[in-house]
């Protein structure tokens, strides 16, 4: 449990209480992480911009599945069942199962499988990897805007992943999750 004091939802100012709304909306409610992040809203404003930044241009399917990969990576629960969750909208519990278990054998495309290796290993030690690492993206068929974005996406992963592990923020196991998914997300991390 974090020693963060967040602030309560009753309490929250204008710029609090819009990022709690956003929340609210889309999850019905306000998460641990949300709470913790939104001690500096300008922060997570700015993550949630770089976000948008790169998301957009590789398309949701893409960033999710470059957001669970940087996430095992860093073995960040936080982020693998978050990013879990959300993804449920791209594909069906049991593919995304599949995807959390072994992406190697989800029946994902090759381009995806090496965009999935590359996120993990960036998360894992990205001070490891060379020029090979970005080839075999290259020889995948992304172009350089897709490379740089694929690293972008994975690289904030990184950021939001450590500062929650960090903080000691506690892990949010969404509802929609089911016990079999949810345990695929995070055994092994």
């Known amino acids: 449990m974090t020693i963060i004091r967040t602030i309560p939802e009753d309490e929250a100012d204008v710029e609090v209480a819009a990022l709690y709304a956003d929340d609210v909306e889309t999850l019905g409610y306000v ?14 404003r700015a993550f949630e911009a770089l976000i948008r930044s790169v998301a957009k241009p590789l398309g949701l399917r893409r960033y999710e599945l470059v957001t669970l990969a940087a996430a095992r990576g860093t073995r960040s629960r936080h982020c693998r069942l978050a990013h879990g ?5 791209l594909f069906d519990a049991d593919q995304l199962e599949r995807i959390a278990r072994d992406y190697n054998d989800a029946g994902l495309s090759g381009a995806e499988v090496e965009m999935m290796r590359f996120a993990e290993q960036v998360g894992r030690d990205a001070s490891s990897m060379t020029e090979r690492d970005s080839q075999r993206l290259r020889d995948a068929g ?33 509802p929609m999750l089911s016990e079999p998914l949810r345990a695929a997300l995070v055994d092994g991390l």
Request: net charge negative.
């Open 85 to 89: 969750a959300k993804s449920l909208r």
């Open 31 to 44: 998460p641990p992480h949300t709470k913790a992040m939104a001690m500096n809203p300008a922060a997570y």
């Open 142 to 174: 992304f172009s350089d805007q897709e490379i740089v974005d694929i690293t972008i996406a994975a690289s904030a992963r990184v950021y939001f992943a450590s500062a929650l592990q960090g903080l000691a923020v506690d892990v949010d196991t969404p």
